[in-house]
């Protein structure tokens, strides 16, 4: 299985998550991913969801990471230097924060968290349906990758 790896520093500013949108944008293209496939926005969505996070709840950098396999499967990485697991929490009706994990865990296929190093890696992926021939197992499993912010 080949796999394509690409990664992003972003800094400890809640004005990072529009530059790491706009890069994963770009990025998500190269990849094949139509702008106009779902896919590409879910893939969107979700990294601004895990970048907030991070560098909102955590007030240290991060490492926005995006692994493309070549059967289609994409994996979203963003690691930060906090030892603190992450806390999902239950929105009630107008709180305009705390549905963040939700939103993650009802648009992935999967998602996690790992410690890593000093800090903690949460991630999620998403499989390519469409490039699945019917009646054969959905997506590709990608396996976790290291990074050390």
Same mark, same amino acid.
Request: with cysteine; charged share 25%.
């Given at each position: 299985?080949?796999?394509?790896? =690409?990664?992003?520093?972003? #800094? &400890?500013? &809640?004005?990072? =998550?529009? /530059?790491?949108?706009?890069?994963? /944008?770009?990025?998500?293209? /190269?990849?094949?991913? #139509? @702008? @106009?496939?779902?896919?590409?926005?879910?893939?969107?969505? !979700?990294?601004?969801? !895990?970048?907030?996070?991070?560098?909102?709840?955590?007030? %240290?950098?991060?490492? !926005?990471?995006?692994?493309?396999?070549?059967? #289609?499967?994409?994996?979203?990485?963003?690691? @930060?230097?906090? @030892?603190?697991?992450?806390? &999902?929490?239950?929105?009630?009706?107008?709180?305009?924060? *705390?549905?963040?994990?939700?939103?993650?865990?009802?648009?992935?296929?999967?998602?996690?968290?790992?410690?890593?190093?000093?800090?903690?890696?949460?991630? %999620?992926?998403?499989?390519?349906?469409?490039?699945?021939?019917?009646?054969?197992?959905?997506?590709?499993?990608?396996?976790? *990758?290291?990074?050390?912010?």
């Amino acid at each position: 299985m080949q796999v394509l790896q =690409v990664q992003l520093v972003v #800094g &400890p500013d &809640p004005a990072e =998550v529009g /530059r790491a949108r706009r890069w994963a /944008r770009s990025r998500i293209a /190269r990849s094949g991913i #139509g @702008d @106009d496939e779902p896919l590409a926005e879910t893939l969107v969505l !979700l990294i601004s969801e !895990l970048v907030t996070n991070a560098v909102v709840h955590t007030g %240290c950098p991060a490492v !926005l990471r995006m692994l493309f396999a070549a059967e #289609g499967g994409v994996r979203v990485e963003v690691a @930060d230097t906090s @030892d603190r697991p992450p806390q &999902p929490r239950h929105a009630q009706g107008d709180d305009t924060n *705390g549905r963040g994990l939700e939103l993650v865990d009802g648009l992935a296929d999967r998602w996690g968290w790992q410690p890593e190093g000093a800090g903690k890696s949460i991630w %999620c992926e998403l499989d390519r349906v469409s490039s699945v021939p019917a009646g054969s197992p959905s997506g590709v499993s990608l396996a976790p *990758g290291r990074v050390r912010c």
